[in-house]
């Protein structure tokens, strides 16, 4: 069974600080990741992807990828109260490319 | 800018009664999703569908459980019998090629009581 752990939270940071939201999955074939923001009865809406290991930055968020570990995180940089959600962590996986979600992790930016 | 579309926002409807929830996925893409989330957990893959036809379903994909894509545009999940633990929020999602992006339309809350 194809996993995707995440820490549940609730992760409280203060406004203007990075907030660091981490991710393991268990399929060592996955190649393609993703992180979804989702606010309280809404839908996911797509962050960031990242497929290569390293580092990739849009504006002020950071995907973090490390495939030997398994690992995947993102940064936000200079959070914002909006930036108050949960982030999902999801993998691309199985023949239809299904995505496999974590949890995810709530963050609470506080003002 | 494109968008995917589900009809209706919040169904409420009698245990043992069928529903049909209803997607418009961006009219370009080629590949389509359902998913539900149960409140309070993890968002949870039910079936894939690609050239008129299933192309991967979960478990919870069951016999009560069909999907269909009736005039090239709508795509549509049913369930035949509906059951309380089938109260969640149902998403469609679509993409344009295996390896693009999935757009998440903005979700139907079924209510099963």
């Known amino acids: 069974q194809k996993e995707v752990e995440q820490n549940s939270g609730p992760l409280s940071v203060p406004e203007g600080a990075i907030a660091s939201l981490n991710c393991t999955y268990s399929?060592?074939?996955?190649?393609?990741f993703f992180w979804y923001r989702q606010y309280s009865g809404k839908s996911p809406e797509l962050i960031m992807f990242?497929?290569?290991?390293g580092d990739k930055e849009d504006g002020r968020f950071t995907a973090q990828l490390n495939k030997a570990s398994q690992y995947v995180s993102l940064l936000i940089r200079d959070s914002q109260p909006s930036d108050s959600a949960t982030y999902l962590c999801?993998?691309?996986?199985?023949?239809?490319?299904?995505?496999?979600f974590g949890s995810g992790t709530q963050l609470t930016v506080l003002p | 800018e494109p968008e995917v579309t589900q009809t209706p926002s919040h169904q409420v409807t009698q245990m043992g009664q069928e529903v049909i929830l209803r997607c418009v996925p961006i009219?370009?893409?080629?590949?389509f999703y359902w998913y539900r989330q149960i409140l309070g957990q993890k968002v949870e893959f039910l079936v894939s569908?690609?050239?008129?036809?299933?192309?991967?379903k979960s478990e919870i994909f069951d016999d009560q459980f069909s999907v269909e894509r009736p005039d090239g545009s709508n795509f549509t999940l049913k369930i035949r019998s509906t059951k309380l633990e089938d109260s969640a929020m149902y998403f469609c999602?679509?993409?344009?090629?295996?390896?693009?992006?999935?757009?998440f339309g903005q979700g139907t809350r079924l209510t099963v009581v």
């Open positions: 999602a679509s993409r344009t090629g295996m390896n693009t992006e999935a757009f």
């Open positions: 999801a993998v691309k996986s199985g023949s239809a490319r299904q995505l496999t």
């Open positions: 990242i497929y290569s290991n």
């Open positions: 009219s370009n893409h080629l590949y």
């Open positions: 399929d060592r074939g996955s190649q393609s």
């Open positions: 569908f690609y050239n008129n036809e299933i192309s991967e």
